[in-house]
């Protein structure tokens, strides 16, 4: 079977089973899929240029995708007025105050010699700067966030357009990819995934913590959309005519339609990142990339710079990850920060990538929509399966009640089965690196 033919019978398999969900059980349901698909297929393009490219090892994938998140707060929602007078130019001189002590912190580093009293001046200068920062930032934020706490207490944004969230997603994320490659792409491929880790929990921990920031656990609601909402399509009467013309329930409709949308949009979104990411792989940026991949030592000796090329890949890789993170904000309405987790963020995204196929675009795209497709109806399977497996079984049986109460790690086994089974017998993945 020819290498084309055999993908496009990978893909066909991936969409017959969306297209199969819809006719057993809702098209709600393989819309829902079928989008967040979109959006994980993104996700997994954004790894694979790290680590398929250039084989960084990023296990903080969860971070990026939450600046993204993030970002569509910060762009979108409207700013809250009476926050902003209580305490946001303290807020925003608190943190201008840190940025210059971290800023005159590494100019001391660099104009000093090495010594005694490079570390002294390092360390006083960090110590005030802290001491100031905290005095000017604490106030701000404490008055910012007891203005209507139940509802806002937050700086709000900046009221724009959601859909410029998407790009500014991007951009949060590769300026945080940046100032974390700066410190951590000079560690070993091990080190690097700790550091990684590490500093996606910590940029979690600040949007739990951080109020005055999106609320923190109290979560951002009423996101502004890109689509029409099910509402507005329901009182118009040219959409309910259209809908009873197709003999389909208006309220069904609308829904449908809305998924529909942003379906069209998050489609558009991966055809573009998917051709600039192929070009990439193809141009001679994508080969140098793959020898540096392959070969440190040798691309070294050849004259090139790895540090910065592994920063570049890596500021691009988290960037396209903050994207997909703006998406998926969008899509839900709403910003919840205690909902990422590395299981979904970072662990599942890997699985992707490496049941696609490391280093082939193609084969994350697929990996993006088949392993969403099992990490969503792996559970509900599961449930029948055992249902059907135990109703020959005492009810006080309790035997079956340990099989009907383990459904829930349904998923987990299975996404294991699954890399198992794909290492075992295509250990490069389904549709592996040229």
């Known amino acids: 079977m020819s290498e084309p033919v055999r993908n496009a019978g990978?893909?066909?398999?991936?969409?017959?089973?969306?297209?199969?969900?819809?006719?057993?059980?809702?098209?709600?349901?393989?819309?829902f899929i079928l989008n967040f698909g979109l959006v994980s297929a993104i996700m997994a393009l954004g790894v694979n240029l790290q680590w398929g490219f250039a084989g960084l090892?990023?296990?903080?994938?969860?971070?990026?995708?939450?600046?993204?998140?993030?970002?569509?707060?910060?762009?979108?929602?409207?700013?809250v007025g009476a926050a902003w007078s209580a305490g946001g130019l303290r807020i925003l001189a608190g943190l201008a105050l840190g940025a210059v002590s971290i800023a005159a912190a590494i100019?001391?580093?660099?104009?000093?010699?090495?010594?005694?009293?490079?570390?002294?001046?390092?360390?006083?200068?960090?110590?005030?700067?802290f001491v100031l920062f905290r005095a000017v930032l604490d106030p701000g934020v404490a008055?910012?966030?007891?203005?209507?706490?139940?509802?806002?207490?937050?700086?709000?944004?900046?009221?724009?357009?959601?859909?410029?969230?998407?790009?500014?997603g991007g951009l949060l994320a590769a300026g945080a990819a940046w100032v974390i490659g700066k410190t951590a792409l000079g560690l070993r491929s091990d080190y690097l995934a700790i550091a990684?880790?590490?500093?996606?929990?910590?940029?979690?921990?600040?949007?739990?913590?951080?109020?005055?920031?999106?609320?923190?656990?109290?979560?951002?609601?009423?996101?502004?959309?890109?689509?029409?909402?099910e509402i507005d399509l329901q009182r118009s009467s040219a959409f309910v005519e259209r809908a009873d013309a197709l003999g389909i329930d208006p309220v069904t409709a609308s829904g449908l339609w809305v998924k529909l949308l942003y379906g069209g949009l998050f489609a558009v979104v991966l055809a573009i990142v998917f051709v600039l990411a192929q070009l990439a792989l193809h141009s001679p940026?994508?080969?140098?990339?793959r020898?540096?991949?392959?070969?440190?030592?040798?691309?070294?000796?050849?004259?090139?710079?790895?540090?910065?090329?592994?920063?570049?890949?890596?500021?691009?890789?988290?960037?396209?990850?903050?994207?997909?993170?703006?998406m998926m904000t969008t899509l839900d309405g709403q910003l919840t920060p205690t909902t990422y987790q590395p299981l979904r963020y970072t662990f599942l995204i890997w699985v992707m990538v490496i049941v696609g196929g490391s280093g082939s675009n193609l084969g994350a795209v697929l990996g993006g929509f088949l392993i969403w497709f099992l990490w969503v109806q792996v559970e509900p399977l599961g449930q029948l399966v055992m249902s059907l497996a135990t109703s020959g079984m005492s009810d006080a049986s309790p035997?079956?009640?340990?099989?009907?109460?383990?459904?829930?790690?349904m998923r987990l086994l299975t996404m294991g089965v699954v890399l198992l089974l794909v290492l075992r017998f295509s250990p490069r993945g389904l549709i592996p690196e040229k």
């Open 57 to 79: 090892f990023n296990v903080g994938v969860m971070g990026f995708v939450a600046l993204g998140g993030l970002a569509s707060v910060l762009v979108s929602m409207p700013p």
């Open 107 to 129: 100019a001391a580093w660099r104009l000093l010699a090495p010594g005694r009293v490079r570390a002294v001046a390092m360390v006083a200068i960090l110590i005030l700067g």
């Open 399 to 409: 035997l079956k009640s340990h099989l009907l109460d383990s459904v829930a790690h």
């Open 143 to 168: 008055a910012v966030e007891s203005v209507d706490a139940s509802t806002t207490g937050y700086l709000g944004g900046l009221g724009l357009p959601i859909l410029l969230a998407w790009p500014a």
């Open 291 to 326: 020898a540096i991949r392959d070969n440190e030592v040798a691309a070294r000796a050849m004259g090139k710079d790895v540090t910065r090329r592994h920063l570049q890949v890596f500021v691009l890789g988290s960037a396209v990850c903050g994207l997909a993170g703006a």
């Open 285 to 289: 940026w994508g080969r140098m990339m």
């Open 10 to 31: 990978l893909f066909g398999i991936v969409a017959l089973l969306i297209l199969g969900t819809g006719v057993l059980q809702s098209w709600n349901s393989a819309l």
């Open 196 to 229: 990684t880790l590490g500093i996606a929990e910590i940029v979690i921990a600040v949007m739990k913590n951080e109020d005055w920031l999106a609320r923190g656990v109290k979560n951002v609601i009423g996101l502004p959309r890109p689509v029409p909402y």
